[in-house]
């Protein structure tokens, strides 16, 4: 947990994905600065629970709201309720997000024996309703909470959106072309709504994480018995530190960002964290 402490009293956040691995550390980090959160997700009701027992027992505020990114009559109900229980939204986390097998290749260039071999996928191989969900998950699952909660900052300077883009953004990553692609639209569309709401008083930052190790990697990153795959040993030798980032090493950038005191005139970033893969050619 960062020593950065910015007064969020009073303030209420909306975190989507709120019980993953990254964006529960988000709501504890926000919790602890006194902001009211809301964990909005669609995992199973005691996994957000218990992130919501962990903050309420440090002496913070939260509450656990199902919320399906992709379906509007949804939120609009789940944004009924966060407006009578804590009231309307002045940070917006869109962290909900992930990739799909169906939207990813087995192979990083083209090969002409993956492609005749039908226990393998290829490139033309992608089930086109998978990458679609992919790409809209990820998004539309940005677009959809933004026009729903963006509504509640109309008007409010110090309000903030602060979206989830990804190194995929600046390089795509092989075997994974959806994903790639919606991160790259994430950082578009945060520049876009950025100088949309600028009048407004709406600050719309993003975070690209660099690798982090997290269940819905796993498999890509670590072998059945636990040893590094070729991936991870690709990630490792391109980024300048040396390792995987941990969650809590994404939470000064996000209080900093949350922080109208500290940022009030940065809006339209896209910032890495990520050991400095980004900043390395290779060479």
Same mark, same amino acid.
């Given at each position: 947990?960062?020593?950065?402490m910015p007064n969020l009293n009073g303030k209420v956040a909306? &975190?989507?994905?709120? =019980?993953?691995?990254?964006?529960?550390?988000?709501?504890?980090?926000?919790?602890?600065?006194?902001?009211?959160?809301?964990? /909005?997700?669609?995992?199973?009701? %005691?996994?957000?629970?218990?992130? &919501?027992?962990?903050?309420?027992?440090?002496?913070? %505020?939260?509450?656990?709201?199902?919320? @399906? &990114?992709?379906?509007?009559?949804?939120?609009?109900?789940?944004?009924?309720?966060?407006? %009578?229980?804590?009231?309307?939204?002045?940070i917006l986390i869109n962290g909900a997000g992930g990739n799909?097998?169906?939207?990813?290749?087995?192979? %990083?260039?083209?090969?002409?024996?993956?492609?005749?071999?039908?226990?393998?996928? =290829?490139?033309?191989? $992608?089930?086109?309703?998978?990458?679609?969900?992919?790409?809209?998950? @990820?998004? #539309?699952?940005?677009?959809?909470?933004?026009?729903?909660? /963006?509504?509640?900052? $109309?008007?409010?300077?110090?309000?903030?959106?602060? @979206?989830?883009?990804?190194?995929?953004?600046?390089?795509? $990553?092989?075997?994974?072309? /959806?994903?790639?692609?919606?991160?790259? /639209?994430?950082? #578009?569309?945060?520049?876009? !709504?950025?100088?949309?709401?600028?009048?407004?008083?709406?600050?719309? @930052?993003?975070?690209?994480?660099?690798?982090?190790?997290?269940?819905?990697?796993?498999?890509?990153?670590?072998?059945?018995?636990?040893?590094?795959?070729?991936?991870?040993?690709?990630?490792?030798?391109?980024?300048?530190?040396?390792?995987?980032?941990?969650?809590?090493?994404?939470?000064?950038? !996000? !209080?900093? !960002?949350?922080? #109208?005191?500290?940022?009030?005139?940065?809006?339209?970033?896209?910032?890495?964290?990520?050991?400095?893969?980004?900043?390395?050619?290779? &060479?």
């Open positions: 947990m960062s020593e950065y909306v &975190v989507t994905g709120g =019980s993953g691995v990254l964006c529960s550390e988000f709501c504890r980090a926000l919790a602890k600065c006194g902001a009211k959160v809301v964990i /909005a997700g669609i995992d199973p009701k %005691e996994k957000g629970d218990a992130i &919501v027992e962990e903050i309420k027992a440090g002496g913070g %505020e939260a509450m656990n709201v199902y919320m @399906n &990114v992709l379906d509007r009559d949804q939120l609009r109900e789940a944004h009924k309720l966060i407006l %009578e229980t804590y009231g309307p939204c002045d799909n097998p169906k939207a990813s290749t087995d192979c %990083e260039y083209h090969d002409n024996d993956v492609m005749n071999d039908p226990t393998k996928k =290829s490139f033309f191989d $992608l089930d086109p309703a998978g990458f679609d969900f992919v790409f809209k998950l @990820n998004f #539309n699952g940005t677009l959809f909470p933004t026009q729903e909660f /963006a509504r509640d900052m $109309l008007g409010k300077p110090g309000s903030t959106i602060i @979206n989830v883009s990804s190194m995929n953004s600046f390089t795509p $990553l092989t075997k994974i072309p /959806a994903y790639s692609a919606a991160k790259a /639209a994430i950082s #578009n569309f945060t520049k876009w !709504l950025a100088t949309h709401f600028a009048k407004e008083g709406i600050r719309v @930052n993003a975070i690209a994480p660099g690798f982090f190790s997290t269940a819905q990697n796993a498999a890509l990153l670590w072998n059945a018995d636990g040893t590094p795959t070729a991936r991870t040993g690709k990630i490792i030798n391109n980024t300048p530190m040396g390792r995987f980032g941990t969650a809590d090493e994404l939470i000064g950038t !996000l !209080l900093w !960002l949350v922080d #109208n005191k500290a940022s009030g005139f940065v809006t339209g970033t896209i910032i890495p964290v990520d050991g400095g893969f980004s900043a390395y050619s290779g &060479v």
